[in-house]
């Protein structure tokens, strides 16, 4: 017996859900094509913008969290930009990759200051290549807020519901917003874009963070020329609070399409996304540190769980467990209830419903 893990999401056609996220694994049609060939539903490309915006990466940008004991990473960081190669080589990118792996889910990263004609420049020449899908960055952590683009746009919810409506304006392909954890309520951000015309969202970035302090130079990690600034945190340690915000979105926004993000290293870590609202999972740091051969196990987990579990689509887990959840109140009434119903269980009248010996059995401490 076997699972078909496709899907069908704002048009596009998945053949399975994971998706790589924007960043170094999808940094040009070399990295990317390994990607499809390793087996990944969909790439999201590293954000690019025109050529003019000025990029300038600087090395070391990554930090890594380990666990006391053990050494794992659980914790990543990372100070990297965008992408810094000139605009014109992603349209040839984006070209050969649509050429070369026609059914394979191909979307582009977008990130501009605050100006319409940019956005909707740089959108219509990625439709223009084949993309099928765009991605609008409104949360890149750091670096691009200092001059008012990434987080410091998604954090404007106004900004956010305008520039998607720019780009969906100019555009006739499917539009998702990423957006920035780093906010009070994932939520607000999470409904401008959609009121903007967004046909989904991605959730979530990383989270701004400081990774730690370097025990024998007493200066931030990572360290460039014997400075630092704070980073984005992501890996492992992010899940819950991606899983939580997944949830809220997918509670406010009932039926919006959601890409889910934060922390994937096995399969079931990509499942409880689905589970939550997420119709795709994008993978970026866990790509980075175990290698884009992870969605093997990615791929086998998710059959065997949909066989086991008698899911027959892809779109049959997507929400199932967001019908758990409720509120503190509801939970105090359920145990009330269920207090209500054992003490009434113990009275005299419902003696004689089995046999004696099972009754006294019943409310026997010891047995």
């Known amino acids: 017996m076997s699972a078909n893990l496709s899907i069908e999401v704002n048009g596009m056609h998945f053949p399975n859900p994971f998706v790589i996220g924007s960043g170094p694994p999808g940094t040009n049609a070399h990295v990317i094509g390994r990607a499809f060939e390793a087996g990944w539903g969909g790439v999201v490309a590293k954000t690019c913008s025109l050529t003019d915006t000025e990029v300038i990466n600087v090395s070391p940008r990554y930090g890594k969290l380990r666990a006391a004991k053990s050494n794992e990473v659980i914790g990543f960081q990372n100070i990297e930009l965008i992408s810094d190669r000139p605009f014109e080589d992603w349209e040839a990118d984006f070209r050969e990759l649509k050429k070369s792996y026609p059914d394979r889910m191909l979307i582009a990263s977008l990130m501009e200051c605050y100006d319409e004609k940019r956005w909707q420049e740089l959108a219509k020449r990625c439709v223009a290549t084949g993309v099928d899908g765009l991605e609008l960055n409104f949360s890149c952590p750091h670096g691009h807020p200092e001059t008012g683009m990434g987080a410091a746009m998604g954090q404007n919810p106004h900004m956010v519901e305008e520039v998607t409506r720019w780009v969906k304006r100019a555009v006739h392909k499917p539009v998702w917003a990423k957006l920035t954890p780093n906010i009070t309520d994932i939520r607000v951000p999470a409904k401008a874009a959609f ?100 969605v093997a196990e990615l791929i086998e987990g998710l059959a065997k769980f949909m066989i086991d579990h008698k899911f027959a689509t892809v779109r049959d887990i997507v929400g199932h467990s967001l019908q758990y959840f409720t509120t503190h109140h509801h939970l105090v009434e359920l145990q009330a209830q269920k207090r209500a119903e054992r003490e009434a269980s113990n009275r005299d009248l419902n003696w004689g419903k089995t046999r004696i010996q099972d009754e006294t059995a019943r409310i026997t401490s010891n047995e």
């Open 195 to 294: 009121a903007g015309g967004a046909d989904g969202v991605s959730a979530i970035n990383t989270i701004l963070s400081i990774i730690g302090i370097d025990p024998k130079t007493l200066r931030p990690v990572p360290t460039v020329e014997g400075f630092s600034v704070p980073g984005g945190y992501s890996a492992q340690a992010v899940k819950p609070i991606a899983l939580r915000m997944v949830m809220e979105i997918a509670t406010a926004s009932p039926g919006c399409t959601i890409s889910g993000i934060g922390g994937v290293w096995k399969s079931f870590d990509a499942i409880e996304f689905l589970l939550l609202g997420a119709s795709t999972v994008q993978v970026c740091t866990g790509a980075m540190l175990l290698g884009q051969e992870m």
